[in-house]
């Protein structure tokens, strides 16, 4: 079945990096855009970009230019969200999300969430 | 940036009474090539992914029980849960895709039982 894969939990101290991966499976991965949206604990949705697996370019919310790459690995059907310079402020939840375009657009299929914990 | 509204932020309703969501957008997410609006609804369980319910502010996703319907257009948008049932105690999120391609949720509106 379709579905995305990823990583699990990490913590880091503040001013650390992470990445975290997303393995898509079930369905041809560079025919389909890839979201990062992340969710704050007890808050709503926020979306941090999109990438194209096919040609690897991304776009990125303003909030996060400069702080976040998105990149894929198409011979093994996985996508990376490397966010830098950690604060408090971006422990949450990050998910890839599968963007369905065309005539029945939407965020189809979701990830199941990886939890990033910044603490010192 | 378009910025999505909704109100209530929570409500509560009796089981099999109707439930209504309210989504406000800054500007119109009316796509004039199709004259479709680029708005979709989402819900999200505790401790799960949300899941794309609606999309073109009226269409269900396949599987989606028709006790959920979307309406509205330009700025202003309704879900409906028509009768509630135990396990659509959820948040809902609307969300517009028509400044893609950036994405905007709404904050949120938590439904409840009573």
């Known amino acids: 079945q379709v579905q995305l894969v990823q990583s699990g939990a990490e913590v880091r101290t503040p001013g650390a990096s992470v990445k975290v991966s997303c393995k898509a499976s079930?369905?041809?991965?560079?025919?389909?855009?890839l979201h990062w949206v992340r969710q704050a604990p007890g808050q709503g949705l926020e979306w941090m970009g999109r990438?194209?697996?096919?040609?690897?370019?991304?776009n990125y919310a303003q909030k996060f230019q400069g702080r976040v790459t998105l990149t894929r690995d198409t011979s093994i059907s996985t996508a990376y969200m490397e966010l830098t310079s950690l604060s408090s402020d971006d422990t949450a939840v990050y998910y890839c999300?599968?963007?369905?375009?065309?005539?029945?657009?939407?965020?189809?299929?979701w990830g199941q969430g990886t939890t990033v914990t910044v603490s010192s | 940036d378009i910025v999505m509204t909704q109100s209530p932020d929570s409500l509560a309703v009796s089981l099999g009474e109707r439930a209504t969501i309210n989504c406000k957008s800054s500007?119109?997410?009316?796509?004039?090539?199709?004259?479709?609006?680029?708005l979709a609804w989402y819900q999200q369980k505790p401790g799960q992914p949300p899941k794309l319910l609606i999309y073109?502010?009226?269409t269900r996703e396949s599987g989606v029980p028709d006790r959920f319907s979307g309406s509205g257009s330009g700025t202003d948008f309704t879900l409906t849960i028509s009768s509630l049932q135990a396990e659509d105690v959820a948040v809902y999120y609307c969300?517009?895709?028509?400044?893609?391609?950036?994405?905007?949720f709404g904050q949120g509106t938590k439904v409840e039982i009573k």
């Open positions: 999300v599968r963007d369905r375009i065309g005539d029945r657009p939407g965020m189809d299929v």
């Open positions: 079930g369905y041809t991965f560079t025919v389909y855009y």
């Open positions: 990438m194209n697996p096919n040609s690897g370019g991304a």
């Open positions: 500007q119109t997410v009316l796509n004039n090539s199709n004259n479709k609006n680029s």
């Open positions: 073109w502010a009226s």
């Open positions: 969300q517009q895709y028509y400044n893609t391609p950036q994405r905007t």
